[in-house]
């Protein structure tokens, strides 16, 4: 009996042993090893960050201070080629005029133009769903070449706007190709892409309670006055984050100033956007030391440009919470 | 509907994934496979994948995978593709940068390659020797060409004025634009573009006055008493009407398909000879070449003939004997020439040229015969551009462009032009 019991107790204390060593296997891994797969989840988009992203910028931050041609190793040139864009570089100040011209006209007219698209389209229309395929498209298309294409044949000497103005007896220039005028038409090309500043608007519009237009109405308030006291101060939110967000996209242009004028920045560099410039510098003369110099100082341009939106926001925003 | 993915399909897909890249594999293992980038229009691409596929249908063993690009985007992907370690094996070089490439020394020296695999003696030594630098040589000739006026015949005898002809002086070829467009045959149609911001043209008027773009040593050859000069001729022609107004000509990008001609705005426009082919590739109308006017009839020659572009192999390729052998293929087989035809120029080689001569079309004759009737006027070939050229000639066409829309004046613009050329090429 006795040897039974010590047998069992033996046994007991085995498979306490056991069951502790069982705990101490489970209280084991580290945070590390815990998070893995949500890591190797993770995985394709650090690589992509790291390899595609951050270690392109950090070889492009270097770059920036040597003269580089592509051909021959870098060679460091200090702070020479930001010297020469501070100092002696007129294409620089004309590039930055044309583009700042272009960010301060076409974003806040293409907010306009999204927001009037998503109040007419929120006014509970049927078949919503089509009509805002329907405006989003131009965004889905904007940036492509085909694009850019069509807009040359449309304000071209001979093109549809020309073709329409003769109708009515007068002789339009060619749009495109006349320095005066070139840049309005990558404006309003900008401007027809509203879609995706359009899709949020229509979203944030959607959210401000209908109860307040009901108290509104019954006060007597006229629909203008509701669109400015309730619409417009509930919608700054979106407002602001639309506005920040085509602001950099604005600075960053490209595609249609390169297909408009095959890469030449012309008629006499009056549609050379600052990145067209940039790639020119690169890609036209292989001056990539300096070229890398130039995209820093564009990224610090809008940096400065989405600091001042933040610090300005809170006079115009309005929060519900 | 849903779409349904079972593990399954997925696996079979993946299976049918890794089967398809063996056979892709196989391809590759059997042959020796090279690439070749080339610039052109379409008429020259269709005609070199031809000339490709001739190539590897006697040399089974051999696979050249083509790879064309327009002349903008072309020396992009050339240098990324070269600096990436990855370059084609094949390169259409140009006189204009191919002491660029070579002093990098990312191309082949051909030079142990002469008379044995590579056979082009015949070709004479200036064509040889400009595909040399450094008494090196790096690209083999593809074609001689020359800069030419093309113009539509139709266009000039519908207005019934006689059409621009050799050696003809730029007052009388001015008037007779002046007198085309007065017709009004057409809408909006002109005598000639306006070149004011063409470089070739500017070089052109230049070295028929004595002068050039650049100098030995690689410095601005000209002053800006003559730049003013020039864009004050252009500036009478467009007064009178002879040339198209400014934002026609801004239209223009340097390509066949946006020229005044290949748009259908003029009558005449100004080009390398061997564009021609492409030139008529896309007009309908009955097209012809003739030499740039001349400043005085006893002017120096504004002409001269040139490599209109070469042929080299990139210093890494694995398959240089290959490479070499395809170069030999396509300057010296008469097949290969008869399939690119003069497109490229007229061939350097005068056993090919002879070859091919029973065989040329029309428009493949108009080339040779006016390379053949200018050879004798021709002058020596400019020296190689400076690095900051290629920008110049950019700069020139944005100068000319200004003082065409009125913003400087043709005196302004001329000093603005030389003080910034200048900088350019110190630039580099």
Known sequence: MANHIEDSAGALSAGLRSRAQET???????????????????????????????????????LSFTDYNLLQPPTYA????????????????????VTLFYVICSVPLKLTFALLVALLLNRGIRGLPVYRAIFYLPSLLGSSVAIAILWRQIFDGDGVINTLLWQFGIEGPSWISNPDYSLYTLVILAVWQFGSPMIIFLAGLRQIP?????????????????????????????????????????????????????????????????????????FGYFRMGYAAALAWILVIIIALFTAFSFLTSRYWVHYDD | MTLTINRRAVLMSMA????????????????????????????RNDRTF????????????????????GWDNYWTRLATQTAGGNSPDLIQMDYRYIFEYARRGTLLDFSPFMGKALDIADFGAANIDSGKVDGKLYGVNLGVNSSMMVFNTDAWKEAGIEAPKDDMTWEQFGAACSKLTATKKRRAFYGCQDASGLEPALENWLRQKGKALYTEDGKVAFEAADIAAWFEFWAGLREAKACVPPDVQALDQLTIET?????????????????????????KEKLDITSYP?????????????????????ATSPNKDAAVAFVNFLVQNPDAAKTLGVERGVPASEKIRAAMAPTLDDNSRKIVDYIARLTPKVGALPPPPPNGAGENSF???????????????????????????????KRG
């Open chain 1, 24 to 62: 101490t296997v489970y209280k084991a891994p580290t945070a590390l090893a815990r998070n893995a797969p949500g890591y190797l989840f993770l995985m394709p988009w650090f690589i992509g960050f790291f390899g595609l992203t951050l270690g392109p910028a950090l070889v492009s931050l270097y």
């Open chain 1, 78 to 97: 200090g702070m020479a080629n930001y010297s020469r864009i501070a100092f002696g570089d007129d294409k620089f100040i004309s590039s930055m005029q």
């Open chain 2, 259 to 283: 020229s005044m001609v290949g748009l259908g705005k003029a009558a005449a426009s100004f080009a390398h000879s061997n564009q021609f082919i492409g030139f008529q590739a896309i007009n």
């Open chain 2, 395 to 425: 700069l020139l066409k944005k100068v000319a462009e200004e003082v065409a829309f009125g913003k400087s004046s043709a005196k302004e613009g001329a000093a603005k032009f030389v003080e910034q050329a200048a900088a350019n090429i």
């Open chain 2, 16 to 43: 049918a994934t890794l089967a398809l890249g063996t056979v892709g594999l196989n391809r590759a293992k059997a042959a020796t496979s090279m690439r070749f980038l080339w610039w052109g229009s379409k008429e």
């Open chain 2, 294 to 314: 001349r400043v005085a009839a006893d002017a120096k020659p504004g002409h001269y003939l040139k490599p209109s572009m070469l042929v080299s192999v990139s």
């Open chain 1, 210 to 282: 209908t109860d307040m237009y009901e108290a509104a109405s019954l006060d007597g308030a006229s629909k203008v006055r509701m669109f400015f006291k309730i619409t417009l101060p509930l919608l700054t939110p979106v407002i602001f984050f639309n506005g920040v967000v085509q602001t950099i996209d604005a600075f960053k242009a490209f595609t249609p100033a390169y297909v408009i004028s095959s890469g030449t920045g012309g008629p006499i560099d009056s549609t050379l956007f600052y990145t067209l410039y940039l790639y020119q510098e690169a």
């Open chain 2, 50 to 69: 031809a000339a490709i596929k001739q190539y590897s249908d006697k040399q089974t063993d051999v696979a050249i995978a083509g790879e064309s690009f």
